[in-house]
């Protein structure tokens, strides 16, 4: 079982050019998550999807958009990267989006270093 | 905004030593969670709380919630190396269902 994949693990990229990390779980989750991870700030909010087709944005969205076309696929798009969104970016899934608690589940997480 | 501070920041300590990290808001969660990450990989949910004043044990670890639903606590008797790790808090703000995390609390067990 492999819960959820990132792509690529880690990416040195030129500002300006465009990205697009991948996610893709295969556990049928109706919830996805997009974080971003910088040291002393914590995990922080950029996009969520609470079932496919439907997307909504999270603490820290500007610069980056997503999508969701289908239940297992959930790709994050920087359209012209910076140096500030040099981080560890994490993709995330639970079973479900409308509950008072649920547990997410972690991506092993893409490193980005825009130069 | 709200905010999870969570203290310590790091915390290095010797084998077989108890510890304990805090987790502290202003704002009103309507559950908490503890998640442990280690080094290349995401976090991974250890409890989650959801009564204020609940005490939850998972084998040396022991989890509590605030009374008033603002803060919790994770307590770790007889530290072993293999507990070492970054321990992240997470809060449920009431009326939403997104979670907000808090800063983290890096912990190096030595042997």
């Known amino acids: 079982i492999a819960g959820i994949t990132q792509a690529p693990t880690s990416q040195i990229l030129a500002a300006g050019r465009r990205m697009t990390l991948r996610c893709t779980q295969d556990m049928r989750h109706n919830a996805m998550y997009w974080y971003r991870q910088d040291l002393g700030l914590g995990l922080r909010l950029i996009h969520y999807s609470n079932t496919a087709g439907t997307t909504g944005k999270g603490e820290v969205p500007d610069g980056y958009s997503v999508s969701r076309a289908n239940t297992d696929d959930f790709p994050l798009t920087l359209a012209s990267a910076v140096p500030s969104q040099t981080s560890v970016y994490f993709c995330?899934?639970?079973?479900?989006?409308?509950?008072?608690?649920?547990?997410?589940?972690f991506g092993p997480g893409t490193r980005l270093t825009v130069l | 905004t709200q905010l999870l501070e969570q203290s310590p920041q790091f915390l290095s300590i010797q084998e077989g030593e108890n510890l304990t990290v805090y987790c502290n808001s202003s704002s009103v969660f309507s559950s908490l969670q503890w998640y442990r990450q280690e080094p290349g990989e995401g976090p991974v949910l250890l409890v989650t709380v959801v009564t204020g004043g609940e005490v939850k044990k998972l084998k040396r670890l022991t989890f509590q919630f605030g009374d008033a639903r603002k803060d919790s606590s994770l307590h770790i008797t007889a530290a072993q190396p293999g507990d070492t790790g970054l321990y992240l808090c997470?809060?449920?703000?009431?009326?939403?269902?997104?979670?907000?995390f808090g800063t983290g609390t890096r912990l190096k067990v030595l042997a």
């Open positions: 997470a809060g449920g703000p009431s009326g939403t269902y997104k979670y907000i």
């Open positions: 995330a899934s639970s079973d479900v989006w409308d509950r008072p608690y649920n547990e997410q589940f």
